[in-house]
């Protein structure tokens, strides 16, 4: 077995230029020992030509090429069952890796033996950091706070905004419930002790699940901002549509399954549920009639 610090998974689904363009980033500013697999999820756009032409010569690159849209879930775990690292980080195709973040990320990870999970700051095209690199699970009580904009109007405010944390600096180091899967690197051993990412979930929800499986083993999840990626959020959703839209509200139930049901009555799930079913049936039918605009104005 080679001795590897760190396998970096990307799993790509036509993101061919923005794919490319996060190896490149990585192979110019990351000094280590590491390895790298990219799991294609059946992509239409010659993701796997261009990774065959460009990338498949260096000696710790690795394909894996598959016939059918697996997820994100299932497409990780396949890389992750073979790799050699001692950590393992996920970081999406629609990134930009900046300095020698992942290894700043992996020394802060290694220098204690309680922490299991560690992200990096993510922030958005403009520089603003994108809240999901740092949260806590999420409440009912947290995501009426969220939904009806008490969040965002009271964001230096503890009690409003512990599901985003936005009343901590971005450049504190803090402990949390999970940080963001565009950038989640975890311990191969915690990894032996909790098993792999849920593949219930197809492309939401699973890494939350993951962290959340962590902490419960005892490990500390910890946001550590001693570098940022650029995250271009949501471009392999955007070609989903509809599907992307459904997969996010039924990874919210899976999620509320797994870690609230049990602690709430008969009432408060079924407004939960009904909540979610409701938000993700308006969404669902945005997106379709955006999409039917879109195809009107091209013909």
């Not at 990412?197 to 490990?219: I, Q, S, V």
């Not at 899976?254 to 909540?275: A, C, P, Q, R």
Request: aromatic share 12%.
């Amino acid at each position: 077995m080679q001795n590897i610090d760190i396998s970096i998974i990307i799993v790509n689904w036509n993101a061919k230029e923005l794919l490319r363009n996060c190896l490149n980033s990585v192979y110019d500013n990351t000094k280590g020992n590491y390895e790298i697999y990219v799991v294609d999820n059946n992509s239409s756009d010659d993701s796997c030509e261009m990774l065959k032409n460009e990338f498949l010569s260096k000696d710790n690159f690795h394909l894996i090429e598959n016939k059918d849209n697996k997820g994100f879930a299932s497409a990780n775990n396949q890389a992750i069952k073979i790799c050699n690292g001692k950590a393992v980080l996920l970081l999406n195709p629609d990134t930009l890796v900046s300095s020698n973040v992942i290894f700043d990320v992996y020394n802060c990870l290694f220098n204690d033996k309680k922490i299991g999970v560690a992200g990096c700051k993510v922030l958005n095209t403009d520089g603003t950091l994108q809240l999901a690199c740092r949260r806590m699970a999420p409440r009912p009580l947290d995501a009426f706070y969220k939904l009806f904009g008490i969040s965002k109007l009271m964001k230096d405010n503890e009690k409003f905004t512990k599901y985003n944390l936005t009343y901590v600096s971005e450049e504190e180091f803090c402990d949390v419930d999970s940080v963001s899967g565009a950038f989640l690197m975890m311990k191969k051993e915690v990894i032996d002790k909790i098993g792999y990412l849920d593949e219930t979930f197809f492309m939401y929800g699973e890494e939350m699940d993951w962290c959340m499986r962590a902490k419960k083993e005892g490990y500390l999840v910890r946001y550590c901002p001693v570098g940022s990626i650029i995250h271009y959020k949501g471009e392999s959703s955007k070609q989903l549509g509809v599907k992307a839209t459904y997969e996010f509200y039924r990874a919210m139930i899976i999620f509320y399954n797994k870690y609230n049901k049990s602690e709430h009555n008969f009432i408060v799930n079924f407004v939960v549920y009904v909540g979610i079913t409701l938000l993700g049936c308006i969404n669902i039918l945005k997106n379709a009639i955006v999409k039917e605009k879109r195809v009107g104005s091209k013909g």
